[in-house]
């Protein structure tokens, strides 16, 4: 059992930046290949990033790479992603979420866990 818990979320100015953090129980945090996913007012979730067990391999989707970074501390059982050059487009609810398979990375019905959420609104 993985529990999650996002947090830093907040409001920001447009080109803005926020650090978000997820917080997970557990002795097996660092078997999980963990992800991002975001869910605006209206819209479906979507997947934002996706990091390895180990952070050695990371993924993006188009609309946040070279400015999203995904990292992970396994010692502190915390993954992380920093959002930089924030825009309007980025507000939504940001997820965390834990599976065993990073191939499956894009798929969120691979992934076992899912933390609360945590609310981003960048303001223009």
């Known amino acids: 059992q993985v529990q999650l818990v996002e947090s830093g979320g907040e409001l920001v100015q447009a080109g803005g930046s926020l650090r978000l953090s997820c917080a997970a129980s557990g002795r097996t945090f660092s078997s999980y290949a963990m992800g991002w996913f975001r869910q605006a007012p209206g819209k479906e979730r979507e997947f934002v990033a996706a990091i390895n067990w180990s952070g050695s391999t990371t993924d993006y989707a188009d609309s946040v790479k070279g400015r999203f970074t995904i990292s992970r501390d396994n010692a502190k059982n915390t993954v992380f992603l920093q959002m930089n050059s924030l825009t309007p487009e980025d507000t939504a609810i940001y997820y965390c979420?834990?599976?065993?398979?990073?191939?499956?990375?894009?798929?969120?019905?691979?992934?076992?866990?899912w933390g609360q959420g945590t609310q981003v609104t960048v303001s223009s």
């Open positions: 979420a834990a599976q065993m398979t990073y191939s499956s990375r894009y798929n969120q019905n691979s992934y076992r866990y």
